[in-house]
């Protein structure tokens, strides 16, 4: 028999979704008649727009065609769409051929661990998006689990809680190969100024460190004032990869599309480009996104896609003001929701997955336990805002008559 991979056994539990829905299972099972809502994972609700339902639509019946048939495309994506994502997403900061696209920003992490391979070692805001900790596990970057700290040895944690206004204490942070950085972050919704993220890059040109800027919910940021992009701030050509997604302010979850950026003067320690690295992953282990959803997501980047897509984000950041407004008024320390379609909830007295037991089991709302995203997050809950309107108006009632 095969030996097992033994990082899959460092692995703590199921991945955090899938075992929300396993626990959702377990409850209707006790419970068949319940009529639960979710506020849990982070999936859009919102029917596809029509412009852009149109440039999917229209690739379809192209490709129904002699003429219009196309294969295999370039693992890179379209290369209309790569200088448009440049163009309009980042106003030309950066270039076409610094674009990849993918398949999404979930699979463009792992395949970025596998381009920095075994030996990177890396930092996390804690909490974080429990995927960049997983995929480091499964590549064995990450030394023992530490029970007693709920963290693993070989990664560095950074603390975003509201005591430090969810914005770590880089003194205190040790050098690390690679850092993950989500802004607006999920889960607590935080978002980022100028002059904090100015600070990460120039901690990690310090450190000589890449900086992996994870960017899926920039569009949901509302003042002009903050940044979108890390290549809005001087000098991070030279440290980071911005990875990013359609999924969220189009509702490409279950189309799938989403971009790398490498820009061009990012180098390893030898000197060899790293896009000329991730260029040799993209070829070997992905075939290049699906041709329609890229036609898709040209329509959602002209004038009639862009006001469809601000349209989506705004009702999304609507939800998240009533879901707001009602934990506030139960007298809940709530925080996110202005630039992110997260609500970020203090629960005191208790776990988070007791929390989450008693919003499943009082009001059958479902939820997210904090600490799946790491320790700093136990004692807080997630609540997505990603509802259909209806949903999150009862989810709301329910909570406020069940839970005073
Ligand atoms: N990056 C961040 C920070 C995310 O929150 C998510 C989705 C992704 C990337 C994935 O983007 P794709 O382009 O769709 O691959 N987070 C959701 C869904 C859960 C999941 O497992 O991805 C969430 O609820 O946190």
């Not at 056994?9 to 626990?23: D, M, N, W």
Request: overall charge positive; charged content about 25%; proline content about 5%.
């Amino acid at each position: 028999m095969v030996k097992r991979n033994p990082n899959m056994a460092k692995l703590q539990s199921g991945y955090l979704f899938p075992e929300i829905a396993r626990r959702k299972k377990e409850f209707l099972a006790r419970n068949p008649k319940a009529k639960i809502i979710s506020l849990g994972i982070g999936d859009t609700t919102q029917p596809i727009t029509p412009h852009i339902t149109k440039g999917l639509h229209n690739e379809v019946s192209r490709l129904g065609t002699r003429k219009g048939y196309s294969g295999y495309g370039a693992e890179q994506g379209l290369e209309e769409l790569r200088n448009k994502i440049a163009e309009k997403l980042y106003n030309g900061i950066i270039k076409g051929d610094e674009v990849f696209v993918s398949d999404g920003a979930k699979p463009d992490t792992a395949r970025l661990q596998v381009l920095f391979g075994s030996n990177a070692t890396i930092a996390v805001q804690d909490p974080s998006y429990p995927v960049y900790v997983d995929s480091s596990v499964i590549l064995g970057q990450t030394g023992n689990y530490n029970q007693r700290k709920s963290q693993f040895d070989g990664i560095e944690y950074m603390e975003c809680v509201p005591e430090n206004n969810f914005f770590p204490d880089l003194k205190k942070t040790k050098k690390t190969d690679i850092i993950f950085f989500c802004n607006p972050n999920n889960p607590t919704g935080a978002a980022v100024n100028r002059r904090q993220l100015k600070e990460i890059v120039d901690f990690a040109r310090r450190n000589k460190s890449i900086l992996v800027y994870d960017s899926a919910y920039s569009q949901f940021i509302t003042d002009k004032k903050l940044p979108k992009s890390i290549y809005e701030i001087e000098g991070s050509k030279e440290v980071a990869i911005e990875i990013s997604s359609f999924s969220k302010p189009i509702g490409f979850t279950g189309v799938r599309l989403g971009w790398a950026v490498i820009p061009n003067e990012l180098l390893f320690e030898d000197g060899t480009p790293v896009n000329k690295d991730w260029n040799r992953i993209a070829t070997t282990l992905f075939n290049g996104a699906s041709n329609i959803a890229q036609h898709g997501a040209l329509n959602a980047l002209d004038a009639k896609g862009m006001k469809e897509m601000r349209q989506t984000i705004s009702y999304y950041l609507e939800n998240a003001g009533i879901i707001r407004d009602s934990m506030e008024k139960l007298g809940y320390e709530v925080y996110g929701g202005r630039h992110a379609p997260y609500l970020w909830m203090r629960v005191p007295g208790k776990t988070s997955w007791e929390a989450f037991e008693e919003f499943l089991g009082k009001a059958n709302v479902l939820t997210t336990p904090g600490v799946g995203f790491g320790p700093s997050g136990e004692g807080f809950l997630r609540l997505s805002a990603l509802d259909h309107r209806e949903d999150v108006k009862e989810a709301v009632e329910r909570i406020e008559r069940c839970m005073k």
